[in-house]
């Protein structure tokens, strides 16, 4: 999902027929009363699980057995509309967003957006399904990653997710950017209205800094600009949400993000720690910061992690009142021929209350026509004892071996 400080659009100049790449799309309309461009995002994806072990055994000694998948899927097909109406301050974005690879399932397609107003520069407000910006991956970044629609582990087992909610964003003095939201749930795509608490208690902030003024499109990863002389960036996120085990997404949405164990076990499931007691509710505490750079092609990024969950809700008996996770993740990249090919490496690592679990991914993106949207992605990953997975993703829950996947990927 694209951000909406990303998606508002530059309307000087533009006019029927008009494409401009980055995801603003096609112009389709534009009148004295509004415009509407049209964009889609999708790949498809040849995945290879069969290297996996077949079954893991977690902390608790339970022995389960992994789906491993050998398949080609039209993984994600993402259709955006956005302009303004009435107002060019007043904007919009609706989505259609699809999950092919749980064709039949309910949660397979979900339909959202978000209505903006521009006060200025520095001050926007909105309401609508908005990311909960508590980790680089969730700033608007998305899809200028080195990968296509995956995270490494330690930024998925930590991160927040998309809900509903009000926020606020802008751009402040010295390149430094801002959003904030209140909101549901961590995690809304895929939960039915009546399982929330009724508690409005989700905020989530961050800030973005490059001094350098730019850091590529979306300051995203990969210098695929080529910058000649060095840019940063910095960020840093928070997220706070008190959790009820009725408003969980189910295993199979398109974002599955719940709160996991480090060896994959879900807080909220009956039996989670094999005493016969169950959490009901549970705070969630996250902060990460992360730095980069980019020069000459290169792009040098780190993130580090941490999270606190705590002051359980519980039915029986639970032998831990408090759990304190952290990790980091380090990803590295080279143009090799400008605007043509890349190789990246990344690592990460997450030291737990059960366990240790890490990933290594090795992978390289070649765009055919210089366009960097539009790329073949080929993929290796590790990963020991993954703590995370669904679907849509090529990590399943206990993945240990490796895993790969090569890609199609498409925006415009």
Do not use: C
Not at 199 to 227: C, I, K, M, V
């Amino acid at each position: 999902m694209f951000d909406r400080l990303a998606a508002l659009l530059d309307e000087e100049g533009r006019r029927i027929g008009d494409f401009t790449a980055g995801g603003a799309g096609f112009r389709i309309a534009d009148t004295d009363y509004g415009t509407l461009n049209f964009s889609v995002w999708s790949y498809v994806r040849y995945l290879n699980q069969k290297a996996l072990d077949e079954t893991y055994t977690d902390s608790f000694g339970r022995t389960k057995t992994l789906d491993l998948r050998n398949d080609l899927q039209l993984n994600k097909v993402n259709l955006y509309f956005k302009g303004w109406i009435y107002d060019p301050k007043f904007s919009y974005m609706f989505f259609v967003w699809t999950q092919n690879a749980q064709m039949g399932d309910g949660a397979q397609v979900v339909l959202g957006g978000g209505l903006d107003y521009s006060f200025s520069q520095q001050l926007n407000i909105g309401a609508g399904v908005t990311q909960l910006p508590g980790t680089r991956s969730l700033r608007g970044t998305f899809p200028f990653w080195n990968r296509v629609d995956t995270r490494m582990i330690a930024d998925e087992f930590h991160r927040p997710s998309y809900t509903t909610g009000f926020y606020v964003y802008g751009n402040v003095a010295h390149h430094l950017q801002y959003k904030a939201v209140l909101g549901n749930n961590l995690s809304q795509l895929g939960v039915n209205a009546v399982q929330l608490d009724g508690d409005f208690n989700t905020f989530s902030a961050s800030l973005n800094w490059s001094p350098q003024g730019e850091f590529g499109q979306r300051a995203g990863w990969g210098d695929f600009e080529y910058h000649e002389n060095l840019v940063t960036n910095v960020g840093f996120g928070f997220t706070r949400s008190r959790e009820d085990r009725q408003s969980q997404p189910a295993e199979t949405t398109i974002e599955n993000s719940q709160i996991r164990l480090s060896d994959g076990t879900r807080l909220f499931e009956d039996d989670a720690f094999g005493t016969g007691g169950r959490v009901n509710r549970a705070t969630y505490r996250m902060a990460s910061l992360d730095a980069a750079a980019k020069v000459r092609g290169w792009d040098f990024s780190g993130a580090y992690y941490a999270r606190f969950v705590d002051d359980f809700e519980t039915e029986g008996f639970i032998p831990v009142d408090k759990l304190h996770d952290w990790g980091y993740q380090i990803q590295v990249s080279k143009m090799v021929l400008p605007e043509k090919l890349a190789v990246y490496v990344g690592y990460s690592k997450i030291f737990g209350e059960y366990g240790d679990p890490y990933d290594h991914v090795l992978g390289i993106n070649w765009y055919p026509f210089k366009q960097r949207l539009l790329r073949l992605n080929t993929e290796f990953m590790y990963l020991k004892n993954s703590p995370v997975g669904y679907p849509s993703v090529p990590m399943l829950v206990g993945g240990n071996g490796t895993v790969f996947s090569t890609s199609l990927e498409m925006v415009f």
